[in-house]
């Protein structure tokens, strides 16, 4: 079920990554799907291919990135205010790790 859900988001984010504008409205949905039509239709076949609910995928994505596409983790602090490493290598709209998008790449044969 995990690795169906992270396939599900992976194959919503292959189909939106497109986008150059980031979406201004993401605390309320039926905004967002209004402003980004697109994800919308990406979200919907996504669900009917995977049978995860839109909300699901949505709520995750917002939960994860805010809709940020290039969202990364906050990074480490040395002595409080110099910038050190990120604590993972997470990234994107459902802050997937690189060696999980390797995976899906490796599995689906997809970029």
Same mark, same amino acid.
């Given at each position: +079920?995990? $690795? ?20 201004? #409205? ?12 697109? /994800? ?6 996504? #669900?009917?291919? /995977?049978?995860?609910? +839109? %909300?699901? &995928?949505?709520?995750?994505? %917002? &939960? #994860?990135?805010?809709? =940020?596409?290039?969202?990364? @983790? @906050? *990074? ?6 110099? @910038?050190?490493? *990120? @604590? ?6 459902? &802050? =997937? $790790?690189? =060696?999980?998008? #390797?995976?899906? &790449? ?6």
């Amino acid at each position: +079920m995990k $690795k169906l859900l992270v396939l599900a988001l992976l194959i919503v984010i292959s189909i939106s990554g497109c986008l150059s504008t980031p979406a201004r #409205e993401v605390t309320n949905i039926c905004s967002l799907l209004d402003e980004k039509v697109s /994800w919308y239709r990406a979200a919907k076949l996504s #669900e009917e291919k /995977w049978k995860v609910p +839109m %909300h699901l &995928q949505m709520a995750i994505i %917002h &939960q #994860e990135s805010r809709f =940020a596409s290039k969202a990364k @983790p @906050p *990074r480490n602090k040395i002595f409080g205010f110099i @910038p050190g490493s *990120r @604590p993972t290598d997470s990234y994107g709209y459902t &802050q =997937a $790790k690189k =060696a999980t998008w #390797e995976w899906y &790449q490796l599995k689906t044969g997809k970029k």
